[in-house]
C-alpha cells in the first residue's frame, strides 16, 4: 500500500470519548457526535486516539466504543481506530476487532511510557501495523509517549515503506521537524501535521501535507473550508479561513500541545460542553473544569472568535459552505 491506496486528507477530528457524569461509557452522546461531525462536514475522525481516553478504557470498552463510532458514521466519511497500547500483542488485537468492526484503518503510537529505541520502534510498527490488512497510520505523539520519531534519521522513510504503512500524523512541537517529515515521505504516505495557518498553507501549497487531526472538531467550522479552499487553490479563502482558525484555537492550546487553562482534553471538553456538543465528562484521572473563572474565560474566547454561531450556522445550512 501507499499514499494513493487512500484518499485520506482534509480536517479531521481526534473524537473525545463521552462519559457520564459518574464515569460511565456514554454511547448514545458517542453516536450524536459522529452525526454532528458528519453535519459539519469533515473528511474523517480519529476514534479512541489521546482525546478519545484510551489510557482510560478497558478493552472490552475500547471495542465497544469502535463498534458506535464505526455503525454511528455509516460509511459518510472514514473512520480509523487508534489502537496504541503497552505491547505488539495487545495492539495488534485491537487492529484485528477494528477491522472486524469495519473500520476504514488503524493509527498506533509507540508503546507509551517504553522509551523504544529506533530499532524497537520499527520492529513494535512492522508487528502492529501487519496484523490485519488494514491501512495503517504512524503517529508520531512526543508529549504523549516521549518518543519523537522525527529526531531518529531516516526512521520516517523505513517506516513508509511498510506494506500496510499509507499515513503519518506527525504531532510533534517542532514545526520544523515536521515539514522535515513532509519533505521525506509526503510522496509515499499522507502526512497530517500542522497546516492550519499561514505558514502550513504554503507548506501545503509548496511542499506538500494531506491534512489536520486535532482533537475534539470545535474548529470545524474554520477548519473544514480551509481545506476545502486547499483543495480549490483558493489561497486568499484559505488565509482568511486560517486566520479565524488560528485566532480560535491558538487561545486555547499551546505550541507544544498543553492546553492554556487546564489539561487538554478536560478543556476541549468543557469548551465542547459551553457549546452545547456532547463531549460528555472527563475519567480518572483527568478532571473536569469546573472553576467559574476558567470556564468565563472558555465562554470569552467562545464569544469572540464567532466560533458558536459559525457552527450553527455550518449545521443550519446542511454543510453548505
Not at 32 to 44: E, F, K, Q, R
Not at 158 to 185: C, F, P, Q, Y
Not at 240 to 248: E, G, I, K, N, P
Amino acid at each position: 500500500m501507499n499514499r494513493d491506496d487512500v484518499s485520506w486528507s482534509g480536517y479531521w477530528p481526534a473524537a473525545p470519548t463521552p462519559f457520564t457524569a459518574s464515569g460511565e461509557l456514554d454511547t448514545e452522546a458517542l453516536a450524536a457526535l459522529m452525526d454532528l461531525y458528519a453535519g459539519m462536514g469533515v473528511s474523517g475522525v480519529l476514534v479512541n486516539g489521546s482525546t478519545g481516553e484510551w489510557f482510560s478504557q478497558t478493552s472490552e470498552e475500547r471495542r465497544t466504543v469502535a463498534e458506535v463510532a464505526v455503525e454511528a458514521v455509516a460509511g459518510r466519511f472514514p473512520v480509523v481506530i487508534g489502537i496504541s497500547a503497552y505491547t505488539a500483542r495487545q495492539s495488534s488485537a485491537l487492529a484485528v476487532h477494528a477491522a472486524s468492526a469495519g473500520a476504514d484503518g488503524v493509527l498506533a503510537t509507540p508503546p507509551p511510557y517504553v522509551h523504544t529505541s529506533p530499532d524497537e520502534t520499527m520492529q513494535f510498527f512492522t508487528t502492529v501495523s501487519t496484523a490485519t490488512s488494514l491501512p495503517f497510520m504512524v503517529y508520531n505523539w512526543p508529549r504523549g509517549v516521549s518518543v519523537d520519531m522525527g529526531t531518529s534519521p531516516g526512521l520516517f522513510s523505513r517506516l513508509a515503506d511498510l506494506d500496510n504503512v499509507v499515513a503519518i500524523k506527525d504531532s510533534t512541537g517542532n514545526w520544523l521537524s515536521m515539514l522535515d517529515t513532509v519533505e521525506a515521505v509526503a510522496g509515499r504516505v499522507r502526512v497530517f501535521g500542522s497546516f492550519l495557518h499561514r505558514r502550513g498553507l504554503a507548506a501545503l501549497l509548496g511542499l506538500g501535507g494531506d491534512g489536520n487531526i486535532d482533537g475534539g472538531g470545535v474548529g470545524a467550522p474554520f477548519a473544514v473550508p480551509f481545506y476545502r479552499a486547499v483543495a480549490a487553490g483558493d489561497a486568499e479563502s484559505a488565509r482568511a479561513w486560517a486566520d479565524r482558525y488560528r485566532a480560535f484555537s491558538g487561545r486555547l492550546i499551546n505550541g507544544d500541545y498543553s492546553g492554556v487553562f487546564a489539561s487538554p482534553i478536560p478543556q476541549l471538553k468543557a469548551v465542547m460542553n459551553l457549546l452545547g456538543q456532547p463531549g460528555g465528562a472527563v475519567r480518572e484521572p483527568l478532571l473536569p473544569v469546573t472553576d467559574a473563572s476558567t470556564l468565563a474565560a472558555l465562554r470569552n474566547i467562545i464569544d469572540e472568535s464567532g466560533i458558536a454561531e459559525a457552527s450553527a450556522r455550518t449545521l443550519g445550512a446542511g454543510n453548505a459552505y
